[in-house]
Nanobody
Framework: QVQLVESGGGSVEAGGSLRLSCVAP????????MGWFRQAPGKEREGIAAIYKYIATTYYADFVKGRFTISRDSAKNTVYLQMNSLKPEDTAMYYCAAARFCGDSWDSPGHYNYWGQGTQVTVSS
């Protein structure tokens, strides 16, 4: 049963940009922490960024700092991931997820209660 719905993936050349969106029903969006993850074939799912609902706190993995930006629009129950300066190594399935809080485990998949089905991002060199 799909609860979070991601969109915005696609194929771009290296250096290009994409903006991913994740729409959640209110009962999920009301969770305080929304995160973005990705998983490449043969690799573990890894945390990219997370954002709190009520306070201006964001979290980023080192490998995306300065390139990706997470934001949310509470009026639309939507979380975004703006991805700039994309690299071929960013190619993966991208997922959004919801948790009751962020904290030190924000980048751990097991920390999250709800997941979307993912949207594919492919970056060519």
């Amino acid at each position: 049963q799909v609860q979070l719905v991601e969109s915005g993936g696609g194929s771009v050349e290296a250096g290009g940009s994409l903006r991913l969106s994740c729409v959640a029903p209110e009962y999920i969006y009301s969770d305080n922490c929304m995160g973005w993850f990705r998983q490449a074939p043969g690799k573990e799912r890894e945390g990219i960024a997370a954002i709190y609902k009520y306070i201006a706190t964001t979290y980023y993995a080192d490998f995306v700092k300065g390139r990706f930006t997470i934001s949310r629009d509470s009026a639309k129950n939507t979380v975004y991931l703006q991805m700039n300066s994309l690299k071929p190594e960013d190619t993966a399935m991208y997922y959004c997820a919801a948790a009751r809080f962020c904290g030190d485990s924000w980048d751990s998949p097991g920390h999250y209660n709800y997941w979307g089905q993912g949207t594919q991002v492919t970056v060519s060199s």
